[in-house]
């Protein structure tokens, strides 16, 4: 079985300049996570998907993040502009929940990203 | 909020030694209590989890967890050590978020270093 699938791997950019991230979850898996992790630090969650639908993105800074899963499968997070303060390894993570407290998440191998 | 707390920036033991990383835990309720380790460059892979049932909880690679309700601890333990092990390790905790739907809130990581 295929895990979560990521890209790019790594990513360098300027400052103010766009950047996206893709994400194809494991196939079946009705929920999908973005999450960023700052170095030295756990995982922070960005947003949580159930199908199609963003149920939770209270953590997502809308100024210059937002996200998208249009068909219920795979997603695309986008950052624009880029801040020095972004530099992040950004995670996905998938699972497939049988309520609405679902618990293991199975994660990809995330993007790193480097705001210069 | 539900929050995890690993104690320990690093953990230094020797090959075939018995190993623990510690972990604590505060929660309102029943806590869901999980254990996943990071490979460089690699994403978050799930070794175990605690939800229900027996306080001592086997998971992937050898690896178990011992569950302390008196002591609010989840330590992940090992009986012998392997170099491969090295990696870091993440507690983490299932939180209910204002949406009424969960996620995981990590700790800050602790690093397993196996030497020969």
Redesign the interface.
């Known amino acids: 079985e295929a895990g979560?699938v990521?890209s790019p791997?790594y990513k360098i950019i300027e400052k103010k300049q766009p950047v996206a991230f893709w994400c194809n979850p494991i196939s079946g898996h009705n929920t999908l996570?973005w999450y960023r992790q700052n170095l030295?630090?756990?995982?922070?969650?960005l947003i949580?998907y159930?199908n199609e639908e963003a149920?939770?993105d209270?953590q997502l800074p809308k100024d210059r993040f937002s996200a998208e899963r249009l068909k219920g499968v795979d997603s695309t997070l986008k950052i624009q502009p880029a801040e020095l303060g972004d530099s992040a390894v950004y995670?996905c993570?998938s699972s497939f929940p049988r309520d609405?407290?679902?618990?293991?998440?199975?994660?990809?191998?995330?993007t790193?990203l480097t705001v210069l | 909020a539900q929050s995890v707390a690993q104690p320990e920036d690093q953990v230094n033991v020797a090959e075939g030694n018995p190993l623990t990383v510690k972990c604590t835990y505060s929660v309102s309720g029943n806590p869901?209590l999980?254990w996943?380790v990071q490979y460089p460059?690699?994403?978050?892979?799930?070794l175990l989890?605690y939800?229900t049932g027996d306080n001592l909880v086997k998971g992937s690679y050898g690896f178990e967890a011992e569950f302390n309700k008196s002591q609010t601890s989840f330590h992940l333990k090992k009986p012998s050590a392997l170099v491969s092990d090295s990696a870091l390790y993440?507690c983490?905790v299932?939180d209910?978020?204002?949406?009424?739907?969960?996620?995981?809130?990590?700790?800050?990581?602790t690093m397993l270093l196996v030497s020969p």
């Open positions: 979560v990521q791997r996570y030295g630090q756990g995982p922070e969650l949580r159930e149920v939770d209270s995670l993570a609405r407290v679902s618990d293991t998440q199975y994660f990809g191998p995330g790193r | 869901y999980f996943y460059n690699r994403g978050l892979q799930f989890k939800i993440f983490a299932r209910m978020r204002d949406s009424g739907y969960s996620t995981l809130t990590f700790g800050k990581g």
